[in-house]
């Protein structure tokens, strides 16, 4: 999948435990991107970062949280405060964010609520 | 704001036959549109997009996607579809909103070719 590797590929998650979902890319990409994905819903957007130490807020943010430290990666938290936690999570980049070039994406985390 | 449909939860077809998988979308400027495909408990896989220009789009592994501005359509085609044609096809459509710039997705279509 392009140079983006996401882990764990599988995470359960316990009532009011934080979690975070690791992404990492080598494709010296500025901008990255993640999506959830529940079924018969497509992909809705959580977060995204233009650059390093920035990033804004997608539709669904509530519940999650992000930072972007380093170029090559942007780690997701999902809190406690996320209370239907269980999709399937896809993270992505690009070379450029303002622009209309392909998402490379990794092959996805499934989180479950135990 | 930006927003694209898929209309069909999924699409049958045989193998052999042509398979049309369909987008329409909404937009207030000029769109740029993709077509992704995902295999199951995969990422997505970039097939086409449309910026400009010529109406037919062709893309990766034969597949091709027809831009229709007066239908506002995008529709994703195959003149022979394969059994390892059959997976998730999503669309989108890339929005410029506050400097940033993001895809819209909709909410996919599970093509299944039968053999």
Redesign the interface.
């Known amino acids: 999948?392009g140079g983006?590797t996401?882990s764990p590929k599988y995470l359960f998650r316990k009532e009011g435990q934080n979690v975070t979902l690791s992404c990492e890319q080598n494709l010296n990409h500025d901008?990255m991107?993640w999506?959830r994905q529940d079924p018969?819903?497509?992909?809705?957007?959580i977060y995204?970062s233009?650059i390093v130490n920035d990033f804004?807020k997608?539709d669904i943010a509530e519940g999650y949280s992000v930072s972007r430290e380093k170029k090559e990666s942007f780690p997701l938290t999902v809190t406690s405060a996320q209370k239907n936690p269980t999709a399937?999570y896809?993270c992505?980049s690009k070379p450029r964010?303002?622009?209309?070039e392909?998402?490379?994406?990794?092959?996805?985390t499934?989180l479950s609520v135990l | 704001a930006q927003s694209v449909a898929q209309p069909e939860d999924q699409v049958n077809v045989a193998e052999g036959n042509p398979l049309t998988v369909k987008c329409t979308y909404s937009v207030s400027g000029n769109p740029y549109l993709f077509w992704y495909v995902q295999y199951p408990n995969r990422g997505l896989q970039f097939l086409l997009k449309y910026i400009t220009g010529d109406n037919l789009v062709k893309g990766s592994y034969g597949f091709e996607a027809e831009f229709n501005k007066s239908q506002t359509s995008f529709h994703l085609k195959k003149p022979s579809a394969l059994v390892s044609d059959s997976a998730l096809y999503f669309c989108a459509v890339g929005e410029f909103s506050g400097g940033y710039n993001k895809l819209i997705f909709g909410a996919g279509t599970r093509l299944a070719v039968h053999p």
Request: no cysteine; proline share 3%; aromatic share 20%.
């Open positions: 999948d983006i996401q901008a991107y999506y018969g819903q497509g992909l809705r957007l995204y233009q804004q997608g399937f896809l992505a964010p303002a622009t209309n392909k998402l490379f994406f990794g092959s996805g499934q």
